[in-house]
């Protein structure tokens, strides 16, 4: 009997304890962990061109945070920063030779492309993540995604006109990329350096930092960039696209005037 009341005694003190440690256990538990982020900067958020305009270098700087010190010091952390021109559709031709003379014959349009591209990573980015994950987020040139527009057929041209468009566009400096492009200057600080061909096209342009981290992507960050015409060069454009009738007479008159006065200065006496 004796033995009986210190069992009830000890299970009513135990109680309490056991109550509170249920109580502990039902809350939902919380990371210590912070999920690393990432903030970019451009050296200018406009670039001008003018009638002696060769091109342009856009530095971008960026930071991380929060990152594994150690992860970092051993390469696991990438950033691929691209700087993305205006979209818009896109036809490719295909010349054959047909009795003698070369025609187009074949052509496909391919929907919302970008008109420039140029890319900047820590390593070639085929190396920093999944086929699949570069091609879902179109990171890389050759992971662009070319739909074509309207396409009715087998699709067995499909893969020729998407390596042509591409093969095109790195001939013109419209498309590049730069495996080792992006370094880091401190242990959070990354600097990039993206080219802007001299026909860099006109419009609002995007450059967009990626982070990944042992190859799987954390976040990205976008931030605009206007390229835009100055001086004369605005001046005809304008012209052009405002009043395209009267552009068009100004300069077939233009031609015959200076037709005329060549043939008036050269012509043999």
Known sequence: MRRFGLMLAAGLLLAPL????QVL?????TSTTARETMEIGTSTSEIAITSDFTGADLTIFGALSNTDQ???AIG????????????????????????GIWVNTRSM??????????????RAVDNITA???????????????????????????????????????????????????????????????LRLPADVPNGVHTVRAYLFKSGKFLTDKSLPLRV????????ITDAAHERPIAYGAFSVLLALITGWTASFVFRKS
């Open 228 to 235: 835009i015409k100055t001086g004369i060069e605005q001046t």
């Open 109 to 122: 349009t391919f929907e919302h492309v970008p008109q420039a591209y140029s890319l900047s990573s820590t």
């Open 25 to 29: 256990l039902d809350q939902p538990t």
């Open 76 to 99: 696991q952390y990438d950033i691929v920063v691209v700087l993305e021109g205006p979209r818009e559709n896109a036809t490719v031709r295909k010349k054959e030779r047909v009795f």
């Open 131 to 193: 086929p699949l994950e570069l091609n879902d987020r179109g990171i890389g040139v050759d992971h662009i995604q070319l739909t074509p527009v309207g396409f009715v057929g087998s699709g067995a041209d499909v893969p020729e006109f998407r390596q042509a468009f591409r093969r095109l566009q790195e001939i013109g400096g419209l498309y590049e990329s730069d495996p080792a492009g992006v370094r880091f200057v401190s242990s959070s600080l990354f600097r990039a350096t």
């Open 70 to 72: 150690l992860l970092l």
């Open 18 to 21: 056991s109550a509170k440690a």
